[in-house]
């Protein structure tokens, strides 16, 4: 029997928090005919408009929605909407038996005031994880994931990180060999190195300085072999040394320093998954001065070896 995959829609989703993740299991069918049955679920029959303008018309209500394998919940304004938000929010309570359920992005909203999450460990979108740990206290978020799984329950980062997750779940339904043929069909990476501040940092840096700084963010992530010392940095902004590190600490928490030496180790893990890259290689192409300087950052941070790393994950 095909598993019954049901996408909950509705008005001002985000269509991608669908899409991605239906594409990956409709894909996973040309692999293994008829795996999935793939439901798209309304809180009435008729078309919904996403947040994008694309309309969806829905197979099922939430009142008549067969019994299902997989939930998914995406995100989208709409979710904020309470019209919208309880009838969800009671349906996922009614189905907390169902085998998995998974939110998108923001979709963590509804599983977060539906207890389902309550004492475990989840992750959304990076923009949005300081509200969401203010409003469900009793969810151990760690905003830095790409997708989580606790028992039945699991949740993603930001739009396309529905993807990273249904392509885990494929892998646990039909095996590596299959779910590496859907990624590959998909132009996506099967398992993604690293987690979402590799992505959310470098554009939070730009959204957040609306002055000199702005353009020190394209200048660090794409000069990271070059020298990033404060003194470049700050010259390069137009200030002294003392006047750029105080500004830069006061707007962003953290040193320039450190910042740069995240950029660098959040870079380095995704070049240690280039076979013919050695240790060696990727410290110096990432600006560590040696590869003992880089073995001991990274190991500070990541809490393995990069040799390590590179051998589980490559």
């Known amino acids: 029997?095909?598993?019954?995959i049901g996408f909950v829609c509705f008005d001002g989703v985000n269509a991608l928090d669908i899409t991605g993740p239906a594409e990956v299991f409709g894909t996973a069918n040309a692999y293994s005919a008829s795996a999935y049955d793939i439901l798209f679920v309304g809180l009435a029959l008729k078309p919904v408009t996403a947040e994008v303008g694309l309309r969806m018309l829905p197979d099922a209500t939430l009142g008549n929605a067969p019994p299902l394998d997989t939930i998914f919940i995406p995100g989208g304004a709409g979710l904020r909407n309470p019209r919208i938000a309880t009838p969800i929010i009671t349906w996922l309570r009614q189905r907390r038996r169902t085998r998995r359920i998974a939110s998108v992005c923001t979709g963590i909203y509804a599983l977060g005031a539906s207890g389902l999450l309550d004492g475990r460990v989840a992750t959304t979108h990076w923009r949005f994880a300081a509200d969401v740990g203010r409003r469900f206290t009793a969810i151990s978020l760690k905003p830095d994931a790409i997708y989580l799984q606790d028992r039945n329950v699991f949740t993603s980062a930001g739009v396309t990180a529905g993807i990273d997750l249904a392509l885990s779940l494929v892998e646990s339904d039909l095996g590596g060999r299959v779910a590496l043929r859907v990624a590959r069909e998909l132009v996506v990476y099967l398992k993604r190195p690293g987690g979402q501040m590799q992505f959310s940092e470098p554009l939070r840096f730009q959204t957040r300085a609306?002055?000199?700084?702005?353009?020190?963010?394209?200048?660090?992530?794409?000069?990271l072999h070059k020298?990033?010392?404060v003194e470049v940095l700050a010259e390069r902004a137009g200030l002294s040394v003392r006047q750029f590190c105080r500004r830069f600490a006061a707007v962003f928490n953290v040193p320039p320093g450190a910042y740069v030496e995240q950029m660098r180790l959040d870079e380095s893990r995704k070049r240690l998954f280039a076979a013919e890259r050695t240790v060696e290689s990727v410290a110096a192409s990432v600006g560590f001065a040696s590869a003992d300087s880089f073995?001991?950052?990274?190991?500070?941070?990541?809490?393995?070896a990069?040799?390590?790393?590179?051998k589980r994950f490559r």
């Not at 029997?1 to 019954?4: E, H, L, N, S, V």
């Not at 990069?306 to 590179?310: C, D, E, I, R, T």
Request: hydrophobic letters at 50%; a positive charge.
């Open 295 to 304: 073995r001991r950052a990274f190991v500070r941070r990541f809490g393995i």
């Open 1 to 4: 029997m095909p598993r019954r």
């Open 227 to 229: 020298d990033l010392s």
């Open 306 to 310: 990069p040799s390590q790393f590179a």
């Open 210 to 223: 609306a002055d000199r700084f702005a353009a020190l963010a394209t200048f660090i992530v794409t000069n």
